[in-house]
């Protein structure tokens, strides 16, 4: 057995799908990324199974054995629930023209692999795999695993041109599994990119976001920013861009790469690196010491990253963690309880916790002469924080020791006054000047009542 091939390992259920096909006379195999991530060492978030036989042969075949669902019929594909598990089976194709550059035109069905391989993006993801007949690789895709370069099948701008999306996919390849983009391949992209308009929004935020958690995002960022900038070209500027200031020794777009490595690999707080100080170059002024000056650039890169987020179709849950990240990303941490149980009144625990960590990582990727002051009042935060955690500190209306059924009982009439009363005594408890219990609060309010 080849070296390669002792490290697949199927789920049952797939090695049952492959069998009835073959059984049946039927060549099939798994194939794409189950095949690239096994020769890699990697557990395969799924099992793809391409094969010779038409999609209604295949139906035939498992009906009444398994759940099938006719998943994508005009482009061969069938999904078979095989004990519950979904495997997709396609079958042997090769494609038309895109005139959308997203989907073929039409396809057609064939019985050879190698021509349905030959239609596949790129060569890491062109091989297939048999229990039967161990691994085929037709473009040398097991060559360039080990070279860790991602190198197109075929033409590269003709790939590009069949599929836009295929840039983004090659740049989110190279930061998940760490490749170098092979030189035609780069070329490629270069003279294709302004392709990347007619992609919708929310497949280049799913690509976005795969490539900005990826093991080496920073890296591949760097060196994407021409593309990038086509989907989203308020970070172009960046490029190069000298701040001008004594705490930075980096171009912006180097920090900003720096910034995003130095992150949590969680979608949103690396779209927050990623975004942090886009709005600098429309913020800069410049002092009498003669260094630049951003004033205000949190707020406005907030709003930058706001609009690009929408543009781009995103949840409102992540454009509202991206946004209040990027908006605070700069504020001094608090060195106070009082200022720390404010922030985490107004942010929530996971918030500011993401807060502290883009702000560790933005400071990591400043000047090494400023950092060790800004490094010492963030450890003084976080451990603010955790002291405030460990005493389960009142930081918001709903762990007061009172409510507003209580409060009508002090005498408060029902309406606005109770959630004004209700703000006004977790204000009082924040800054320290009442313990949070009920007679506490209920003396409090008698002496110092501000809406009487």
């Known amino acids: 057995m080849a070296r390669w091939e002792a ?52 139906q035939s075949l498992f009906e009444g054995r398994f759940p099938v669902i006719p998943t994508g019929l005009r482009h061969g594909t069938v999904t078979i629930l095989a004990d519950g598990m979904p495997v997709e089976v396609t079958t042997f194709r090769t494609e038309g023209t895109y005139t959308d550059h997203r989907r073929p035109d039409e396809v057609h069905f064939v019985t050879s692999l190698h021509q349905d391989l030959a239609r596949r993006d790129f060569t890491v993801n062109a091989m297939a795999w048999s229990p039967i007949r161990g691994i085929r690789d037709d473009f040398g895709g097991q060559k360039d695993l080990e070279a860790g370069l991602l190198r197109c099948v075929g033409q590269p701008e003709h790939r590009f041109e069949e599929d836009a999306l295929r840039m983004l996919r090659a740049l989110r390849f190279c930061a998940q599994y760490g490749f170098t983009l092979e030189e035609e391949t780069r070329r490629g992209i270069a003279a294709r990119k302004e392709l990347l308009k007619t992609v919708a929004g929310e497949r280049v935020l799913t690509e976005l976001k795969k490539l900005l958690t990826g093991l080496q995002a920073g890296r591949t960022l760097l060196d994407s920013l021409p593309a990038l900038g086509v989907v989203l070209p308020q970070l172009l500027p960046l490029g190069g861009f000298d701040q001008h200031n004594p705490h930075h020794h980096l171009d912006l777009w180097t920090h900003t790469c720096q910034v995003v490595d130095g992150c949590p690999r969680e979608a949103e707080i690396r779209l927050a ?47 509202r963690q991206v946004t209040a990240l990027v908006c605070h990303h700069d504020d001094p941490p608090p060195q106070t309880r009082k200022g720390m149980a404010r922030l985490l009144g107004k942010l929530g625990l996971e918030m500011t916790g993401k807060l502290l960590a883009l702000r560790r990582a ?37 762990q007061l020791t009172v409510d507003g059924r209580m409060l009508m009982d002090w005498g408060i009439p029902a309406g606005p006054q109770l959630g004004n009363t209700l703000r006004w005594l977790l204000e009082q408890v924040l800054d320290g000047t009442v313990s949070n219990t009920p007679e506490a609060l209920k003396q409090i309010w008698e002496e110092k009542n501000p809406f009487a």
């Open 273 to 319: 690196a990623l975004f942090h100080d886009v709005a600098k170059p429309l913020c800069q002024s410049w002092g009498e010491d003669g260094n630049a000056h951003y004033i205000g650039h949190g707020a406005m890169s907030a709003e930058i990253a706001r609009s690009c987020l929408n543009r781009l179709k995103s949840d409102g849950e992540t454009v």
């Open 362 to 398: 933005d400071i990591l990727a400043q000047s090494p002469d400023t950092r060790a002051a800004k490094l010492s009042e963030l450890e003084g935060a976080q451990k603010l924080m955790e002291q405030l955690m460990e005493e389960q500190a009142c930081l918001t209306i709903s």
């Open 7 to 58: 490290i697949f390992s199927p789920p049952p259920s797939v090695l049952k799908v492959l069998e009835q096909l073959e059984q049946n006379g039927w060549e099939s195999w798994t194939v794409g990324g189950c095949v690239r991530d096994s020769l890699l060492g990697k557990v395969p978030a799924d099992w793809d199974v391409c094969t010779a036989a038409l999609p209604e042969t295949v």
